[in-house]
């Protein structure tokens, strides 16, 4: 184990309080921002992960969450603000 | 490692960030409070995590890769506020939820 690999620990178990909020949400909303926070933390688990295991090929993982998770958002949050309102 | 002990001390601030604001998203009501803290997240944590990441790698090809994804996260940070924020307010001005209503 290296302080990469507890980081990217701490980034996984970090998922978990976010899951808890996506479940008991009073409100969609409440998902969105949650959500939005996981896939943040996603992002820096794989990049501690692709650090801590010394695969830099890892890190294209990382870059492909960051750069879609984007677009996921975006249309979570229109058809959220169309179909639920 | 290159510098072990600056390398933590990044990697502890990301991490400290991180949950810092998953505690905030815990502890907070209302979804625009929530997101206040995951604004300073994406914005704080992702640079630590850059800083420890070039300390230990410098300008290789995972270093310029870690530069994107920052990079990445970064610039959309603004127009996903914009837009996630435009949702919450739009779902807070239609009042609670239909099933909410109902079990009042």
Redesign the interface.
Known sequence: MN??L??DI??VA?MI??G??ILRG?????C???G??AS??A??AL??L??GTHR?SF??L??AL??LS?PA??LF??F??MW?? | MKH?IL??LF??G??AM??L???G??LMRG?AA??H??GA??LL??PL?LA??LT??GL???GI??I??VA??LL?GP??AH??A???H???A?GP?SH?KEQQ
């Not at chain 1, 009073?26 to 409440?30: E, G, N, V």
């Open positions: 302080p990469w507890w980081a701490v980034c970090l309080p976010c808890l909020v009073a409100r969609l909303t409440d969105l921002v949650a939005q926070m943040m933390l992002v820096l990049m501690f692709a650090e830099p890190y294209e990382s870059l960051a750069l984007f958002t975006l949050a229109h959220l603000e639920w309102p | 072990p390398t933590c990697l502890g990301a991490a991180a949950l604001a998953c505690l998203l815990m979804a929530r997101f803290f995951v997240a994406a944590a992702p995590a420890a990441v230990e790698e290789s090809q995972a890769t870690a994107l994804i990445a996260i959309q127009v996903v837009v996630v435009r949702a919450i739009t779902h807070e239609a939820p909410h």
